[in-house]
């Protein structure tokens, strides 16, 4: 049974290693939360301070996120990237735009 455990969670560390980096300012909360040390909450908060806030400009807007600390952010490295604000929808963006 243990070795069945680390067989699948080997399996899907590796998937989501071999994946292409996802998009902090696009990912869904579900995407956000099968990252190394994030999860429902920290995904949540994350998508939540995206909302209210706009976009992220660099990996150090997350520390602003609650709950999210640099161990975390750290964890995401190299599986994430601080890319492009989606138009619609983000105070970022309608800032941007006026």
Known sequence: MKRLLFFVSLLAFSTLASA????????TRTELAALPNV????AKAIVDYRTANGCF???SDV????????????GMNGLVVVGSC??????AASKAET
């Open 20 to 27: 292409a980096p996802i998009n902090l300012n696009a990912a």
């Open 39 to 42: 999860g429902a909450v920290k």
């Open 57 to 59: 400009k660099n990996f």
């Open 63 to 74: 520390l602003k996120v609650d709950g999210m600390s640099q161990a975390d952010i750290d």
């Open 86 to 91: 989606p138009r619609s929808g983000s105070p």
